[in-house]
């Protein structure tokens, strides 16, 4: 029964018998010497061996160039994004010194990964010619006339033929090397999602994911609410244990227009990102209502047409009428010839034209709720003026608006002082 059988050109079957006989091994018609099958395994075993000391530590440094590379990306991303307040800062020398910095780490630690994967590619070329050595072992053979020249070809094919199958993991060595780094940084940030998550059980029903109990319905109602302010306590030792806001019984009738009100920095936002949804690390219950719109303080345009934009989550309708009149309505009208215009439009717009696009997008989406977070903080006052006029205009809709002054139209709404019907305590 053959112990061994090589998938090559010229197949070859080794017995046990055969393995261990002087006489050689049976490789078609001819006979391979068995000293040169003992050859060429011991000839990969021992390059395998040098790869893995070479290269043992290549994926540690495969993932720290992965690392540093993200490093880098992420400051560029940021230095894009908040461009123009670096430059009205006059923080363009100490950013390119920082990302110059990191620009070095991610080229260190590249070099340092490629001097490995050039030293492994050096041990493969190295022990390319040991091919020659084939036709250096079959050379006395063939001279005494006991192998043809064709069968000394057919023998060095063979050779090649085992060595690709006893060979492989020393050829793909850099890929799996890379691949084992890739896994280990996974690895890394399940483990850390997971300590998380432990996290939260293990602190308490104020830290776990979801134990806001919110129920959609026709008005708004807070029966009890308590935000945390820091996703996790602070270190012993620090400013003390996390803060949390306790809410009491809050009700906001549909068709009502609410301005929400409170020192700056109490937790205005935090209050409407909870009802939303959007902060886990709350405890309670409320009634949230349906077809409700919110308008953050920093609008969100995505990357893509303008017109798609405004639609943004939703699938692009058939309202271009309504949208050019929503645009002049707002002094926008310049962007009505651009809404087939593919632009990062949250990059290139100024911060009033995001917020007064943020209210088009809104009105888009008919909704019965605005829940809106200092929507004319960027506005001058004639593009206030205009913002408010629409919005006084929207027929059936409830707007519940955070904001510091009680400038018009705001004095005619109902006001809530948070800071009265909610206190501060230590989590």
């Not at 002054?405 to 206190?423: G, K, M, N, V």
Request: proline share 6%.
């Amino acid at each position: 029964m053959p112990l061994l059988i090589l998938d090559t050109p010229f197949s070859i079957k080794v017995s046990r018998r055969q393995l261990f006989c002087r006489g050689g091994v049976s490789v078609g018609a001819f006979t391979l010497p068995g000293p040169l099958l003992w050859f060429t395994i011991a000839s990969f075993l021992l390059m395998l061996g040098l790869m893995h000391v070479t290269g043992k530590g290549l994926p540690a440094r495969e993932s720290d160039r992965l690392e540093k590379n993200a490093a880098l990306r992420s400051a560029l991303a940021r230095v894009d994004e908040h461009a123009l307040s670096i430059a009205l800062l006059d923080g363009g020398p100490a950013e390119a010194r920082g990302a110059l910095a990191k620009l070095r780490c991610a080229s260190g630690a590249a070099l340092f990964s490629a001097a490995v994967k050039a030293r492994l590619a050096g041990l493969n070329a190295l022990f390319t010619p040991a091919d020659l050595l084939v036709f250096l072992l079959l050379a006395p053979l063939y001279f005494r006339g006991q192998l043809s020249f064709g069968a000394v070809f057919q023998v060095s094919m063979a050779y090649n033929g085992a060595g690709s199958a006893l060979g492989w993991f020393v050829a793909y060595y850099g890929e799996i090397a890379q691949l084992r780094a890739l896994r280990q940084r996974l690895r890394t940030l399940e483990q850390l999602l997971e300590s998380l998550e432990a996290a939260r059980v293990a602190k308490g029903p104020l830290a776990r994911a979801t134990p806001l109990v919110t129920r959609q319905g026709a008005w708004l109602h807070i029966e009890s609410l308590d935000v945390r302010q820091t996703p996790e306590p602070l270190e012993e030792g620090g400013l003390g244990r996390t803060r949390a806001l306790v809410f009491g019984s809050i009700s906001i009738e549909p068709g009502e227009r609410v301005l929400l009100t409170a020192p700056s920095g109490f937790g205005k936002s935090l209050l409407l990102a909870t009802l939303r949804g959007a902060w886990p690390w709350a405890s309670g219950s409320a009634t949230v209502p349906r077809e409700a719109v919110w308008i953050p303080q920093k609008p969100y345009m995505p990357y893509g047409t303008l017109r798609a934009a405004l639609y943004y989550p939703r699938d692009e309708a058939d309202s271009a009428t309504e949208i050019n009149w929503l645009l002049e309505r707002l002094g926008l009208a310049g962007l009505v010839l651009r809404l087939g215009e593919t632009a990062p439009w949250g990059a290139i717009l100024s911060g009033g034209e995001l917020a007064r696009l943020a209210l088009v997008r809104a009105i888009l989406q008919k909704p019965r709720w605005i829940f809106m977070d200092e929507p004319t903080a960027a506005l001058d006052a004639e593009a206030g003026q205009r913002y408010w006029r629409l919005v006084e205009s929207l027929e059936g809709v409830t707007i519940v608006l955070i904001a510091h002054t009680l400038s018009p139209p705001y004095d005619r709404w109902r006001r809530i002082r948070l800071d009265e019907l909610a206190h501060v305590r230590s989590a």
